[in-house]
């Protein structure tokens, strides 16, 4: 085996960046220790009379890959985490974004059937947590109609999109017809002696599949209907745009919009815009939004009495003053705007509740490794992990890797690369890429679709693995031949051209992504790979 390995797959570096010291840091007497600011007063507030628990872009996810690090999610932390919040106020717990199903991921077309079993499972834990009602996102409908029918009917909260009409399987192929019902535009629900209004604007896909009209005017609607019918509460869940989710919050006796399908967000603190406040969850269950409500219903706007707009209108502040002190240099002390805005840092405190209208506090939980589980979520889990491990080692049981072309390397397993390089081998057998396939039996997912091509050798490449073919166990684990490629014609005669010496970052981020590794950086990690007899003299 070469002297120069990385390529790290999907296994549990993680703890290597803890073990990275820190650079030491000298004395200087001439360097000023930086000014404290004062910790702005906390203010206790009682009880809401009304909790909003608020999921958006779940994107089907049940748990996270194993690798990853904070925030975490999972939905077995995420119930445990719900009960507990719902117990403690009454409660209402919504969501808006892609629900059931997410990107195709690793799986690919073929994964199917166990894509859909996961939904399953997914629906029946939110119907078990009393789901008051979701919008969903064209993911939701990556299975097609039939399958978007089949959970949909599984579960008893709503699925709300309003304007939005769905064919049946059959009507997808017969061409234009008249358009069948369109799928319920709002709900209203009881929680704690207020009525809240539930309506959900989504765009879902467009074409044979769906038939969408106007979802803000379908909101509008709904919104007039709901208020008409009594709602103290509106609350709109969207998967619009970021544009059209504001003009939701503009129409008139909307409280608050939830907004979903935005992919590539944390989760963001409340912001006012037209008549409403936009919420945001974040992502894959990784957060959950908790929306406090005293005296909804009651005359008058919204009061924010939230810790964190406090904390967040902070933060920019010492970032507008820290870029205005640059920029001015010595000058800085008799500016006026600095000074304002110095003024404005020291006087700011945590909002008070108002005596009289309606306020709320808004604060994300982050479901991070330390977030208790639900037990009988968790042993859900665990029995899909096996339903699935069962079916796909018979139903791929003949899938075969593709072929060699003439003339190329194949792929020969790790332990040939012993014989030459024992020392590397050894230390190679001590990682958690030489256990990588360990980490998959142990947990009866060695043969999910969506774990197993990154904890062995050449997944899916010529003369490879597959999710049932590793060689007789050659190609379990993330090998030698994953950084340095197939070694069959090193192994005959060993030289630098028929080896792949210094692997590139592309072979790694397949794998090491922010989905599954976030914490991945290449130059780091791949410099904690050179040891004695692996990059470095032994």
């Known amino acids: 085996m070469p002297m120069i390995g990385s390529g790290m797959r999907r296994a549990p570096w993680i703890l290597l960046l803890a073990a990275l010291a820190l650079p030491a840091c000298g004395d200087d007497d001439e360097t000023p220790e930086p000014e404290e600011t004062p910790e702005t007063p906390r203010v206790e507030l009682p009880a809401p009379d009304l909790r909003l628990l608020v999921l958006t872009d779940l994107d089907g996810t049940l748990e996270p890959c194993g690798c990853t690090s904070r925030p975490l999610g999972g939905i077995d932390r995420l119930a445990a985490r719900v009960r507990e919040l719902a117990a403690e106020a009454p409660s209402v717990f919504v969501s808006a974004g892609d629900l059931f199903l997410g990107h195709e991921g690793h799986a690919g077309p073929s994964g199917g059937e166990q894509e859909v079993w996961r939904a399953e499972t997914l629906a029946a834990v939110l119907d078990e947590l009393r789901l008051a009602g979701a919008a969903p996102g064209p993911r939701d409908l990556r299975l097609g109609v039939e399958t978007f029918e089949h959970l949909r009917d599984a579960v008893s909260f709503p699925l709300l999109a309003g304007g939005v009409a769905l064919p049946t399987p059959a009507d997808e192929d017969a061409g234009d017809q008249e358009a069948p019902p369109p799928m319920p535009a709002s709900q209203i629900v009881e929680a704690g002696g207020t009525k809240i209004g539930l309506v959900g604007a989504t765009q879902l896909l467009t074409g044979p599949v769906s038939r969408t009209a106007d979802p803000e005017g379908a909101a509008r609607t709904a919104v007039a209907a709901l208020r008409e019918a009594g709602a103290d509460l509106v609350v709109v869940l969207g998967r619009l745009d970021r544009r059209k989710m504001r003009q939701l919050a503009g129409i008139e006796g909307v409280d608050f919009v939830v907004r979903g399908g935005f992919d590539d967000e944390e989760v963001l603190a409340p912001t006012a815009a037209g008549n409403g406040t936009l919420l945001h969850a974040g992502r894959q269950g990784q957060h959950l939004l908790v929306v406090d409500l005293y005296r909804p219903g009651a005359e008058g706007e919204w009061t ?235």
């Open 304 to 538: 924010d009495v939230s810790r964190w707009t406090v904390d967040e209108r902070r933060r920019q502040l010492e970032a507008d003053i820290a870029e205005l002190e640059e920029r001015l240099g010595g000058e800085g002390e008799t500016n006026p705007r600095l000074r304002g805005l110095r003024a404005e840092l020291s006087e700011l405190r945590d909002p008070e509740l108002p005596a009289e209208g309606p306020a709320f506090a808004a604060r994300a939980v982050e479901l991070d490794p330390e977030a208790p589980r639900d037990p009988a979520v968790r042993e859900r889990l665990d029995a899909l992990d096996v339903r699935i491990n069962d079916h796909n080692r018979e139903a791929y049981a003949d899938r075969e890797p593709p072929p060699v072309a003439e003339g190329q390397p194949r792929y020969v397993g790790s332990n040939r690369c012993q014989g030459c390089h024992q020392q590397a081998y050894t230390w190679w057998r001590g990682t958690p890429h030489g256990r990588a396939y360990e980490t998959l039996t142990s947990r009866h997912k060695e043969f999910h679709l969506e774990c197993v091509g990154c904890h062995v050798t050449g997944y899916e490449l010529p003369g490879g693995s597959t999710v049932t073919h590793n060689m007789d166990g050659a190609l379990v684990d993330v090998g030698c031949e994953v950084c340095h490629g197939p070694a069959s014609q090193h192994v005959q005669g060993p030289a630098s051209h028929n080896i792949r010496r210094s692997p590139e970052e592309r072979l790694c981020v397949g794998c090491h992504n922010e989905e599954h590794s976030d914490l991945f950086d290449f130059d780091t990690y791949r410099a904690r790979l050179l040891v004695p007899g692996h990059g470095r003299p032994q």
